[in-house]
């Protein structure tokens, strides 16, 4: 789950918009490493490019719609849910129109092609946003919240509540993506009768049928006005007096409304542009207060682009101290790694204690003891050299040596007591023995220093 991942292969889907009623069709393509989801109205003369992020967000209305300029593109959410759920990072997205297609009201015609194509895997880190704190947001006016809490995985949480006879309280939850298929991808957009008029008043659901959403009928009024409800709708007219749900297909579930208010939920999160480690606990929630809390969580990404590595010092590391010497022909006082705490074929994290015993305090400096630059890029390099071990046949004959130094930059002092998380992450494929890495080291949540380098993998001697 470490690696980005894209389709393997294009697939097509073609239907009518909810809101517009215009025919559509959207094209989904396989994506570089690091490109995200951006959404092409090829439609258009200058075929426009629209990013999938929450800032591009103008209006929430039935819908999220993402804009650039005048040019917009709505009821992406759908599909953005099946992307994400299925860990997809990267995808081109072109669409001949102003909406992606409604299909059935839910998100299960693209979850069946992107079953149908393949995942592949992409040569880079995926790069997860991990909640280190709880976050909150609230609407009094509404009553709509949405809290997200530290977890290792992604998981939601759901509650709607409205004020009605057939749709009351309901509860939704979803603690593994791998469940999205069987659980919330067949669950439908829905509306009441009640809404109707009002929403063909502001221009929306030209395209809404009894075939593509949850139809509810839950407050009796006038036959004469039902009847005219029907006649806008395209459908023979029913009794007035007999409550409930009125669209072609019944329930899938009971609570079906709500599994589809969790569907939006990740479809609105897809936005903020990388996977989320935490669990959403959302009361009420609507595109509206979804928009604003994947905007906060933009801001929080902008202010903190790297994250520390998450350091837990009672689990046992991957790679002990002994094991270490096994491997680094560094020996005191010039090992600078405690602990390999994560290590894969393309990114490690480590761990160095930083002692007042350590012999570079007793000249830098006496008074005000400051570890120096040089050596907390060594102790990055030295990870990096263990991650650069993996790709040689037999380790215990060669070694790793520096080749290249770049964009180095100290943003911190480290002084005795502190404790250095670094990750070192293979930036370029390995070539002819050389491998390019990108560094960052951390005290706690606090970004201390990083650098580009170079590694080189040479047989001893």
């Given at each position: 789950m470490y690696k980005q991942k894209t389709l393997k292969d294009s697939f097509s889907l073609s239907g009518k918009g909810l809101h517009t009623g215009l025919d559509l069709k959207v094209t989904f393509k396989p994506a570089p490493a690091d490109y995200g989801y951006k959404i092409q109205r090829i439609d258009l003369d200058s075929q426009p490019v629209i990013e999938a992020f929450a800032e591009?967000?103008?209006?929430?209305?039935?819908?999220?719609?993402?804009?650039?300029?005048?040019?917009?593109?709505?009821?992406?959410?759908?599909?953005?849910?099946?992307?994400?759920?299925?860990?997809?990072?990267?995808?081109?997205?072109?669409?001949?129109?102003?909406?992606?297609?409604?299909?059935?009201?839910?998100?299960?015609?693209?979850?069946?092609?992107?079953?149908?194509?393949?995942?592949?895997?992409?040569?880079?880190?995926?790069?997860?946003?991990?909640?280190?704190?709880?976050?909150?947001?609230?609407?009094?006016?509404?009553?709509?919240?949405?809290?997200?809490?530290?977890?290792?995985?992604?998981?939601?949480?759901?509650?709607i509540s409205y004020d009605s006879k057939i749709l009351n309280n309901q509860y939704a939850s979803l603690d593994d993506m791998k469940d999205f298929p069987a659980e919330i991808a067949k669950s439908?957009?829905?509306?009441?009768?009640?809404?109707?008029?009002?929403?063909?008043?502001?221009?929306?659901?030209?395209?809404?049928?009894l075939d593509n959403a949850i139809v509810i009928y839950e407050r009796e009024m006038p036959q004469e006005r039902y009847d005219k409800i029907c006649d806008i709708m395209g459908v023979p007219k029913m009794d007035a007096t007999k409550l409930g749900y009125i669209m072609h297909k019944p329930l899938q579930w009971d609570n079906e409304p709500a599994r589809h208010k969790l569907l939006d939920i990740i479809g609105d999160l897809a936005l903020v542009g990388k996977p989320i480690k935490g669990r959403i606990i959302a009361t009420r929630p609507g595109h509206t207060i979804n928009n604003k809390f994947a905007r906060i969580l933009r801001k929080n990404i902008k202010l903190n682009d790297v994250q520390a590595p998450a350091y837990n010092p009672s689990v046992p590391p991957v790679l002990n101290h002994e094991q270490i010497l096994a491997i680094m022909p560094h020996r005191f006082p010039m090992l600078l790694i405690d602990k390999v705490i994560t290590l894969t074929d393309l990114y490690a994290e480590g761990v160095k204690n930083v002692t007042n015993g350590e012999i570079f305090f007793t000249g830098h400096f006496p008074e005000h003891p400051i570890m120096p630059g040089v050596l907390i890029i060594e102790a990055m390099a030295q990870l990096g050299g263990m991650l650069a071990m993996q790709y040689a046949e037999n380790p215990a004959e060669y070694e790793a040596l520096f080749a290249k130094i770049d964009n180095t930059r100290f943003r911190h002092a480290v002084v005795p007591g502190d404790t250095l998380l670094m990750r070192v992450v293979r930036t370029a494929p390995v070539r002819h023995g050389m491998l390019a890495l990108k560094g960052y080291t951390f005290v706690a949540e606090k970004l201390v220093a990083e650098s580009e380098f170079m590694v080189q993998i040479i047989k001893k001697n």
């Open positions: 591009n967000v103008r209006e929430t209305q039935r819908g999220t719609v993402l804009f650039k300029g005048n040019t917009k593109v709505s009821t992406v959410e759908h599909a953005l849910a099946a992307l994400y759920a299925a860990g997809i990072d990267n995808c081109h997205i072109e669409v001949n129109g102003p909406e992606f297609p409604i299909l059935d009201g839910s998100a299960m015609e693209y979850v069946e092609n992107i079953q149908r194509v393949g995942i592949r895997e992409l040569d880079a880190l995926k790069d997860f946003y991990v909640v280190k704190n709880k976050i909150e947001v609230k609407d009094e006016t509404t009553g709509s919240s949405i809290i997200l809490l530290p977890d290792n995985e992604f998981s939601v949480n759901v509650l439908r957009t829905f509306v009441f009768v009640r809404e109707i008029e009002p929403l063909l008043g502001v221009g929306l659901i030209k395209g809404g049928d």
